[in-house]
């Protein structure tokens, strides 16, 4: 089961929940976005029962909340944290997280700018885990347990941007940096200790290949972690972090420049496709606003 977010145009209704097809040529609503997400565990298990339309009658987006929270961890896979500007320090006891805005994420096949003053765009293909129940002072396993599924996605970064201060928010939320694929439930994708493969492509190229068995931190302690903080809530989402092979930390650096096309593909999630085009194209958008 792929879950996926929809509009349809002409409609009042806003945004959708559905069920892609296998074909990928149909989708069938599941709930309106938030009737989903006040109990998205008992719209999976019910199936979807509402309108079959054709894909290419709806504009896909991601299926998430406008006002979810989007926390990610930073430096989450030994490789990774060896190849980078942190390769010298104590691997720290908690994770290092930081935030996205939901406004920077995006879907499949969406045209991704590169910023101004940017060289270009740094891919980090990875898993997002979303949170399906609330969380309050919760244990790992209780947190774990209410992941409800897991998603492909891309954290693209703006490396100029993030490296100005000690904070990463401006360099990960630049405006379409984050292709999230459709949700798939944790039940058909099972415990992320198991190692899922996790591979990006630039120009077909392979140039990460790593397994999610390598993370430092775990969905479930990291989820336990901040529900000590602030409650969870369903719909929020986890970036997990990626393996090593970013494209800075190589000799010379490789960054993705217009027309370049990424791929970020996850063993029983899927694939994402996207493309990096110029700044003029996000001006123009902006202005079409």
């Known amino acids: 089961m792929r879950i996926v977010g929809i509009r349809q145009p002409g409609s009042d209704r ?3 929940v559905a069920q892609l097809s296998d074909s990928g040529r ?6 309106p976005l938030e009737e989903f997400w006040s109990d998205p565990s008992a719209y999976l298990a019910a199936g979807a029962d509402g309108p079959t339309l054709a894909a290419s009658t709806v504009t896909f987006v991601p299926p998430v909340r406008p006002d979810a929270r989007v926390v990610c961890i930073g430096l989450n896979y030994l490789k990774h944290v060896a190849e980078g500007t ?3 320090q104590e691997l720290p ?6 935030a996205r805005w939901t406004q920077s994420l995006t879907v499949d096949g969406a045209e991704v700018p590169v910023p101004s003053g940017e060289d270009g765009l740094d891919w980090e293909g990875e898993v997002v885990a979303w949170v399906g129940a609330p969380l309050v002072d919760a244990t790992p396993e209780e947190a774990l347990a209410a992941v409800v599924g ?3 996605f891309n954290d693209l ?9 000690s904070q990463w928010i401006l360099g990960k939320n630049g405006d379409n940096s984050g292709p999230l694929g459709p949700m798939v439930p944790a039940a058909e994708v099972g415990d992320l200790r198991e190692g899922l493969r ?5 120009n077909g190229e392979i140039v990460q290949d790593g397994r999610t068995d390598e993370m430092v931190y775990g969905v479930g302690d990291t989820l336990a972690h901040i529900s000590r903080t602030f409650t969870l809530r369903p719909g929020d989402l986890l970036a997990t972090g990626t393996p090593s092979g970013v494209g800075y930390a190589r000799t010379p650096p490789w960054l993705l420049h217009p027309g370049d096309v990424v791929e970020v593909e996850v063993e029983r999630l899927g694939r994402l496709r996207n493309t990096v085009v110029a700044n003029d194209v996000r001006h123009a958008a902006t202005v079409a606003r």
Do not use: I
Request: zero cysteines; aromatic letters at 8%; hydrophobic letters at 35%.
């Open 86 to 88: 942190f390769r010298d």
């Open 150 to 152: 897991y998603s492909t």
């Open 93 to 98: 006891e908690h994770p290092t997280l930081f």
């Open 157 to 165: 970064t703006s490396r100029r941007a993030q490296k100005l201060t």
């Open 198 to 202: 996790v591979v990006t492509r630039v």
């Open 14 to 16: 806003g945004t959708d």
């Open 26 to 31: 149909e989708v069938t609503v599941l709930a």
